[in-house]
């Protein structure tokens, strides 16, 4: 089983659209989750951190299941700059700092 | 403050040449953290270091790949005989010295394609 696992998409919406992705993490003992974006052919950017009691960030809506180990990202009133990769990420198991596992990505095609 | 620097942002080379890619972190960040992402693939993990010292590269390649982050100048991730299957874009993180949860910023990136 892969360490992080998400629906590859591609997501095709139209504007103002709300769309949810999601995510499954295999260790149980992460502690730490994110939800990154990848525009074409440049560097993931921190999109927002997740946290146990689900948290917000404008459009953005980021809930966690511990118990399922399962990540969300809702994007609502979606824009046409939406349109990127975006990548579930989660700390590695290890007593050595903060590496990240990322999954594949979800692709995002926001369409006028 | 600048962000994180990549050189070079590519760089082609053919089977059995050595690759070298710099990262230079952010200001007053000492720990950095190299990933590779293949084609169609998500990012991977292959090494941390901390100035002077690698504290983990479980993720690293056992063979002709080698990572250091000297006191003084840029972090070098070193592929010496490098093959087709090296290609990839290779993106360096940084993080501040701090405890607890530190966000990583990434740099742009080095696409190194070997011919």
């Known amino acids: 089983r892969k360490e992080v696992e998400q629906d590859p998409g591609p997501f095709n919406v139209p504007e103002g659209a709300t769309v949810a992705f999601n995510c499954t993490y295999s260790?149980?003992?992460?502690?730490?989750f994110f939800w990154y974006r990848q525009d074409c052919r440049k560097e993931p950017k921190l999109l927002m951190s997740?946290?146990?009691s689900g948290n917000e960030d404008g459009r953005f809506t980021a809930q966690l299941n511990r118990a399922s180990q399962y990540i969300s990202l809702l994007i609502r009133d979606s824009k046409l700059s939406d349109s990127a990769t975006y990548l579930c990420?989660?700390?590695?198991?290890?007593?050595?700092?903060?590496?990240?596992?990322f999954g594949k990505g979800t692709s995002l095609l926001v369409t006028p | 403050n600048a962000g994180v620097m990549q050189n070079p942002r590519h760089l082609v080379r053919r089977r059995g040449q050595e690759a070298r890619l710099r990262c230079s972190p952010m200001?007053?960040?000492?720990?950095v953290y190299w990933y590779r992402q293949l084609p169609e693939e998500g990012l991977k993990f292959m090494v941390y270091?901390?100035?002077?010292?690698?504290?983990?590269e479980s993720g690293m390649p056992k063979e002709r790949f080698s990572a250091e982050f000297p006191k003084e100048g840029p972090s070098i991730l070193r592929i010496q005989q490098v093959v087709r299957g090296d290609s990839a874009a290779y993106f360096c993180?940084?993080?501040?010295?701090?405890?607890?949860?530190?966000?990583?910023?990434f740099g742009p990136g080095t696409r190194l394609l070997v011919l």
């Open positions: 990420v989660v700390n590695r198991e290890s007593n050595s700092g903060y590496a990240l596992n």
């Open positions: 993180a940084s993080s501040p010295s701090l405890g607890g949860q530190e966000t990583q910023y």
């Open positions: 270091l901390q100035k002077e010292n690698i504290i983990d």
């Open positions: 200001k007053g960040h000492s720990h």
């Open positions: 260790n149980s003992a992460s502690q730490s």
């Open positions: 997740v946290y146990s």
